[in-house]
């Protein structure tokens, strides 16, 4: 799941409008600290603050756990510890199999309940017709009548982003494309395209092989490689002095700067912001 998770978290935050407003309730103007202060140093996926103040929490999950109300009731008191206020909670479930997990937690005197999501509830030719690239991706999760049109779609939509972020989205596509088993349609479809340059599918393998990579290292280890490797996309070779500056992040901090570089025009913005 990390390397969909992260590829998502991307997506979600950065890329997408009308699948964020639908999943989370409103549009979210800010994107929280997401590390909690516990014993178990729990972390969420995604916590943001709604124009109107109020917290929203999307987590997001791609095979059934029978733990997931417990989790979900974890984030939401420690969030409450932290923040002195209830998110809005929505599981977002990206898996192939059926939705199969419980939405609340209920006791004598107790009763806790939060929003499970099937991504394909989401209405996929809506949303691929929406001018957020990430909406368009994110159709292909949901479900389209005709895959292979909803790829070429994407696609076509790709191709008119700027150069560097055109690499950087088209590998965030090419990852969680595995979702649906649609690896060789992309593949397929973007050789036609010659203006994506389909060596970038290495971007792609490389960002997944990186995450998978960080599993057997660490967390933070892991996820510097994964920014190390979109940078040089970006920017090229990093110098010294950007290598010692990456290497004294902590774990969120990357991971916050995996979203940004998407932004950055050069090196110096995207350290030194």
């Given at each position: ?258 979203i940004r570089v998407l932004d950055a025009e050069t090196l110096e913005e995207l350290l030194k912001n």
């Amino acid at each position: 799941m990390q390397g969909y998770d992260v590829a998502l978290k991307l997506l979600l935050r950065h890329l997408s409008e009308l699948a964020m407003r639908d999943l989370a309730g409103s549009a979210v103007g800010a994107w929280l600290e997401t590390e909690l202060p516990a014993v178990e140093n729990l972390r969420m996926d995604s916590l943001g603050k709604a124009a109107d103040g109020s917290l929203v929490h999307l987590e997001l999950q791609s095979t059934n756990k029978a733990s997931m109300p417990i989790r979900m009731a974890k984030y939401a008191l420690e969030v409450f510890r932290k923040y002195k206020q209830f998110p809005r909670q929505t599981m977002i479930y990206v898996g192939e199999a059926p939705l199969k997990m419980e939405d609340e937690l209920r006791g004598p005197d107790l009763w806790f309940r939060y929003r499970a999501l099937d991504i394909r509830e989401l209405d996929g030719e809506r949303l691929l017709k929406r001018d957020a690239v990430g909406d368009n991706i994110l159709a292909l999760l949901a479900g389209c009548s005709d895959n292979r049109t909803a790829v070429r779609t994407t696609l076509e939509k790709i191709a008119r982003l700027p150069a560097g972020e055109r690499e950087a989205v088209l590998g965030l596509l090419m990852i969680l494309s595995g979702l649906r088993h649609l690896e060789e349609t992309v593949e397929q479809e973007a050789l036609k395209m010659p203006i994506l340059n389909i060596e970038n599918k290495v971007l792609g393998r490389e960002f997944e092989r990186g995450l998978e990579e960080g599993k057997q290292q660490g967390r933070e280890e892991g996820e510097l490689k994964v920014l190390r490797r979109q940078i040089e996309k970006r920017f090229g070779p990093l110098p010294d002095w950007a290598e010692k500056w990456l290497a004294s992040r902590s774990a969120s901090e990357l991971e916050e700067l995996s979203i940004r570089v998407l932004d950055a025009e050069t090196l110096e913005e995207l350290l030194k912001n």
